[in-house]
T-cell receptor, first 113, second 110 residues
Framework: DTAVSQTPKYLVTQMGNDKSIKCEQN?????MYWYKQDSKKFLKIMFS???????INETVPNRFSPKSPDKAHLNLHINSLELGDSAVYFC????????????FGPGTRLTVL | GEDVEQSLFLSVREGDSSVINCTYT??????LYWYKQEPGAGLQLLTY?????DMKQDQRLTVLLNKKDKHLSLRIADTQTGDSAIYFC??????????FGQGTELSVKP
């Protein structure tokens, strides 16, 4: 059973489109995250949610809107896609805000043409 | 501030030990981590260490933490070609987020 899963694995789209990436964890964790990995492999936090409540919004453009319908899901919706949004997006989860282990999903490679 | 630094590349011969180094700035970090990323794959949690520990060993992996110098290292004993990957050091910061280093690309030559 996959602990943290993301769909789709690959996403190719045109500039200006709106797209969503879904994330689900079956670990019973309270806290979920979105990270962005750029072309140089640099990983940076975007958002975190704890018990469906937004905790961190790391100066991400408001074209990016996370939504947490329940504790097991954290989806990422992106409006008006730009070339610079091309990256690999990773979802992660941890037991809670102080939990010691943070597990990552397989990533979604977004390519904006 | 929050900053994590790693060297970008390391090349070793199969069977040798690999040592990947990392420095961090946030002295209040509670946990420090090592993740492995193989090409085209996600991030695999290899090991982590609590900030009040000096060392942690897990099979071929040894983590050393020097809190005074804010220096973390990962030693892989008997390195194999399957260990070739990018290794990320990370510190846990406020709100549970991880601050990652740039990643060290480990190349293992037969």
């Amino acid at each position: 059973d996959t602990a943290v899963s993301q769909t789709p694995k690959y996403l190719v789209t045109q500039m200006g489109n709106d797209k969503s990436i879904k994330c689900e964890q079956n670990l019973g964790h309270d806290t979920m995250y979105w990270y962005k990995q750029d072309s140089k492999k640099f990983l940076k936090i975007m958002f975190s949610y704890n018990n469906k409540e937004l905790i961190i919004n790391e100066t991400v453009p408001n074209r990016f809107s996370p939504k947490s319908p329940d504790k097991a899901h954290l989806n990422l919706h992106i409006n008006s896609l730009e070339l610079g949004d091309s990256a690999v997006y990773f979802c992660a989860s941890s037991q809670d805000l102080v939990g010691n282990e943070q597990f990552f999903g397989p990533g979604t490679r977004l390519t904006v043409l | 501030g929050e900053d994590v630094e790693q060297s970008l590349f390391l090349s070793v011969r199969e069977g040798d030990s690999s040592v990947i180094n990392c420095t961090y700035t946030d002295s209040s970090s509670t946990y420090l981590y090592w993740y492995k990323q193989e090409p085209g794959a996600g991030l695999q949690l290899l090991t982590y260490i609590f900030s009040n520990m000096d060392m942690k060993q897990d099979q071929r992996l040894t983590v050393l933490l020097n809190k005074k110098d804010k220096h973390l290292s990962l030693r892989i004993a008997d390195t194999q070609t399957g260990d070739s990957a990018i290794y990320f050091c990370a510190e846990k910061a406020q709100g549970g987020k991880l601050i990652f280093g740039q990643g060290t690309e480990l190349s293992v030559k037969p």
